[in-house]
């Protein structure tokens, strides 16, 4: 059987679209169409089911891409390991929230460079658009809070982030924790919010999980929106009002006493962090020593 025509199937039955794999083999969509319909010819079989959106493999589909996908990954690792032994110099193309990228990602891969490595980065906020970067084939790895759905993607999880109420000294003076404790956010009343964005993702989902309620109609509109974290904390700062955080980005400023946890919940909003390739890629070998050295790195975040 054909080589060629089992690593179009694959990619096929992984991307669940002719149209997602014909980008990521580099081919037309016509030529990934005839492609399978050889292999089903060949077979005397179908393998996939033509649905309104992509497609979706049939059992017989099913049982052979559970057959041929290990082997075909163990030859491209075999292939790599060969390109790798000739000094080959892999780029490796990241993607995802600038914060998180900055001080965790970052720092953690840059060791990578000079053995191999380049790295190449795109600062991307919105998960969706990360995603679908990485089924196009534009990103080898991203990081995302977003769990990805699907055969395509692979996801690992890195770590939980808690989030922090805090807002400068000043604010934090004026706020009296009993009445926090008994009377929920009312208690906070006339201090500005700064958020990351005007629909306030970061205070509905801190509100929801502590106070059980949402932001009242006073608090629909923030003072302050800045697309960045660290323009968010810079801000909260200088006295520009409270925000929700992430705890490894204001752990310094708590630390100093630059901002003040307003409370200390006994459950505090956590998000969970994913490394996501795409499904086989990790057959690559200096995808997945960034992937292996990032999951090490992530235990002690």
């Known amino acids: 059987m054909d080589l060629a025509l089992l690593r179009t199937f694959v990619a096929v039955h992984r991307a669940g679209s002719f149209t997602r794999a014909a980008a990521l083999l580099g081919l037309s969509q016509p030529a990934v169409t005839s492609q399978i319909r050889t292999l089903e010819r060949q077979l005397g079989r179908p393998l996939f089911l033509r649905r309104a959106r992509g497609v979706t493999p049939t059992a017989v589909g099913d049982e052979l891409a559970h057959?041929?996908?290990?082997?075909?990954?163990?030859?491209?690792?075999?292939?790599?390991?060969?390109?790798?032994?000739?000094?080959?110099?892999?780029?490796?193309?990241?993607?995802?929230?600038?914060?998180?990228?900055?001080?965790?990602?970052?720092?953690?891969?840059?060791?990578?460079?000079?053995q191999g490595h380049t790295l190449r980065v795109a600062l991307q906020a919105d998960a969706e658009e990360t995603l679908d970067g990485l089924a196009a084939g534009h990103h080898d790895l991203v990081v995302t809070?977003?769990?990805?759905?699907?055969?395509?993607?692979?996801?690992?999880?890195?770590?939980?982030?808690?989030?922090?109420?805090?807002?400068?000294?000043?604010?934090?003076?004026?706020?009296?924790?009993?009445?926090?404790?008994?009377?929920?956010?009312?208690?906070?009343?006339?201090?500005?919010?700064?958020?990351?964005?005007?629909?306030?993702?970061?205070?509905?989902?801190?509100?929801?999980?502590?106070?059980?309620?949402?932001?009242?109609?006073?608090?629909?509109?923030?003072?302050?929106?800045?697309?960045?974290?660290?323009?968010?904390?810079e801000s909260?700062?200088?006295?520009?009002?409270?925000?929700?955080?992430?705890?490894y980005l204001c752990q310094e400023a708590l630390a100093e006493g630059r901002v003040v946890a307003l409370a200390d919940p006994p459950v505090p909003p956590l998000r969970t962090w994913f490394a996501v390739v795409r499904t086989g890629s990790l057959a690559l070998a200096h995808l997945a020593r960034a992937h292996d050295r990032l999951l090490h790195a992530a235990t002690l975040w």
């Open 67 to 114: 057959q041929a996908a290990p082997h075909l990954d163990a030859l491209l690792r075999i292939t790599e390991a060969g390109r790798e032994a000739a000094g080959a110099v892999r780029t490796l193309h990241l993607a995802g929230p600038p914060e998180f990228l900055c001080l965790r990602v970052l720092p953690a891969l840059a060791p990578l460079v000079g």
């Open 145 to 233: 809070t977003a769990r990805p759905r699907g055969g395509l993607f692979s996801a690992a999880v890195l770590c939980d982030e808690e989030h922090v109420l805090v807002a400068a000294p000043y604010w934090a003076a004026l706020v009296d924790q009993e009445h926090l404790r008994e009377e929920g956010p009312a208690a906070l009343d006339g201090i500005p919010l700064v958020e990351v964005h005007e629909t306030l993702p970061l205070v509905t989902r801190y509100w929801a999980t502590v106070f059980d309620t949402r932001p009242d109609a006073g608090r629909a509109t923030a003072s302050v929106v800045a697309p960045d974290l660290r323009a968010v904390l």
């Open 236 to 247: 909260v700062q200088a006295g520009a009002g409270l925000a929700v955080l992430p705890r």
